[in-house]
């Protein structure tokens, strides 16, 4: 049985750090043209995550940001929107981006670098105006020919934009004598990239009839998070754990990304996408790849990205049966009565869509043979939690034979991601007293103990690395056909099925029983959704 937490105290100890701490440098001057401008993408997101970086100083003071939507609007009315958008955030503790006030001065600077430019993003004439407007935004603002293309727009249109953006010469870099860009053009493209993995490969094939692949930043807004981030440095940085970390020592890996949101008002979105198309390929594999991989030779974007891509291609595709769906009915989240996910907007009522999945995932190489790694994902469940969980092999229990003590629980090292940051290591200490009674206690280091807290959407790190051209946290081609490769069959038994045999778990719970099950045939358990363990495993 785990321990009461004691009640943490403020702390007294100070941070241990180098001497000479690295600053973010000023990002290069460039022009950042967001399609899809009008989207809550572009207002909730992207534009709070630009004010960010004009905050701290990182944004170029050569930048320009131009909007292209549908809608006829002025300039002048598309700053006002996304400025009252930016106002609602302050104080708001539920949204993304939560501020105690706006800089107005930063604002205004931010403000002056932006356009609105309406029109079809399917019609040739767009760009040329476009054409326009960017040698106009270059000679005013001096974002000397650089641009970025970023693409907030619905998917089905990903592969048309890059399309007609080619055909426009707007793609096309100017390369000197040593063949560098002596200005780059780079495109942005939001997830889902693809909903297969015949339509992951057409979509790769389409946009790198126009662009190299180092243009091409797939964006996955959870790897712009710092502790995500922090995962390799905790790996590579620190003796104590490479050594211990791998099949000797590891008994399995779990991954949580649990939601106590449901899918609001997305539901059109949600009936085409489901929980494991909307999560698992990217987000969930992209933490799953940062505990699997090996050491990279250097942290360069070439190195990292390959070791990566590794994980991805060493994983087997996963069978039916080592898969669990469900969905939400009706129930209590954060003791608010909710309703069922066929009762939502723009969602069937006979909806076979999954709002929950589980998997157990294998990696088939000398580090992680044998270790199998259990991830899940679902929406309305009991708590709101994402961590990574690595459970080490028991000790021997020789040593306590005869005592009460009847097993010991396995080491636990978590990894807390959201929404308290830190690290937590759950160990077995002795109880003071005569007896050799056992006790679980648990250490644990919280991020706003440390570090003050800055807002954040997730974006900031990400935006600032397409300025600067660092596709480190970027997926690759060949690393988004390996994830879609993993869960295909999956996804092809579950649209054979339909709706037969769908699990429907009680919105405000832990997820359907069949997960349960998917662990317990091998003799395992799941953490308590909160992050306690406070079972034995058997």
Not at 59 to 80: C, H, M, Y
Not at 226 to 239: E, K, L, M
Not at 280 to 307: C, Q, W, Y
Not at 464 to 491: C, I, K, N, S
């Amino acid at each position: 049985m785990l321990d009461k937490v004691p009640t943490r105290t403020p702390k007294t100890a100070q941070l241990i750090e180098c001497p000479a701490r690295r600053q973010a440098k000023p990002a290069d001057p460039c022009t950042m043209v967001i399609f899809g401008a009008s989207g809550d993408l572009t207002k909730r997101l992207v534009v709070p995550a630009l004010y960010n970086l004009a905050r701290t100083k990182v944004l170029p003071k050569q930048f320009a940001l131009i909007g292209v939507a549908l809608s006829e609007r002025t300039t002048e009315n598309w700053r006002d929107h996304l400025y009252d958008m930016l106002k609602s955030f302050v104080g708001n503790a539920a949204a993304e981006f939560d501020v105690d006030h706006i800089d107005e001065a930063v604002w205004k600077r931010l403000a002056e670098k932006m356009t609105y430019v309406h029109g079809d993003l399917t019609k040739p004439e767009l760009y040329e105006r476009l054409r326009g407007v960017l040698d106009k935004a270059e000679k005013t603002h001096g974002t000397q020919g650089n641009v970025i293309f970023y693409l907030a727009v619905a998917d089905e249109f990903f592969g048309t934009v890059v399309d007609r953006l080619g055909k426009a010469k707007l793609t096309e870099q100017n390369d000197d004598q040593n063949g560098k860009p002596r200005f780059w053009r780079r495109v942005v493209v939001e997830k889902p990239f693809g909903h297969s993995l015949n339509s992951a490969r057409a979509l790769n094939a389409s946009i790198l009839r126009t662009l190299h692949e180092d243009q091409i930043f797939r964006i996955d807004h959870f790897l712009g998070k710092d502790t995500v981030q922090s995962i390799a440095a905790f790996r590579f940085a620190n003796g104590l754990f490479e050594p211990i970390w791998n099949r000797d020592r590891i008994d399995h890996v779990q991954i949580t990304a649990a939601e106590t949101v449901g899918v609001e008002q997305r539901g059109k979105f949600y009936e085409a996408t489901g929980a494991l198309r909307d999560m698992v390929p990217n987000h969930v594999f992209s933490l799953l790849s940062l505990v699997a991989m090996e050491p990279p030779v250097g942290f360069d974007d070439a190195s990292i990205r390959t070791k990566k891509s590794d994980v991805f291609a060493a994983m087997p595709p996963v069978k039916s049966a080592q898969a669990v769906r469900g969905q939400y009915g009706a129930g209590t989240v954060l003791g608010k009565a909710v309703k069922a996910y066929r009762h939502e907007p723009d969602v069937s009522p006979s909806s076979n869509i999954e709002t929950y999945v589980a998997m157990r995932i294998e990696i088939d190489n000398w580090r992680w043979a044998g270790v199998p790694f259990y991830v899940r994902t679902g929406k309305h469940l009991r708590q709101r939690s994402t961590e990574i969980a690595i459970c080490f092999k028991q000790a021997p229990y020789a040593a306590f034979r005869g005592t009460p003590v009847a097993s010991l629980p396995p080491n636990w090292l978590v990894l807390n991601i959201a929404p308290d940051e830190g690290i937590s290591l759950q160990f077995e200490v002795k109880r003071p007293g005569p007896a050799v009674d056992l006790a679980t206690v648990k250490m644990q280091f919280c991020y706003d103990d440390w570090f003050p807290k800055e807002p954040n959407v997730g974006y900031e790190t990400l935006l600032y690395d397409v300025m600067l051209g660092d596709p480190t946290l970027f997926m690759r081609a060949d690393m988004v056909e390996h994830a879609w490769r993993v869960v295909q069959p999956v996804l092809d038994a579950w649209a054979k099925d339909g709706a037969a045999n769908l699990p429907i778990y009680p919105a405000g719970s832990s997820g359907p029983s069949e997960a349960d099950e998917l662990l317990a045939r091998d003799g395992r358990r799941w953490r308590n959704i909160n992050g306690d363990d406070d079972r034995k495993s058997p």
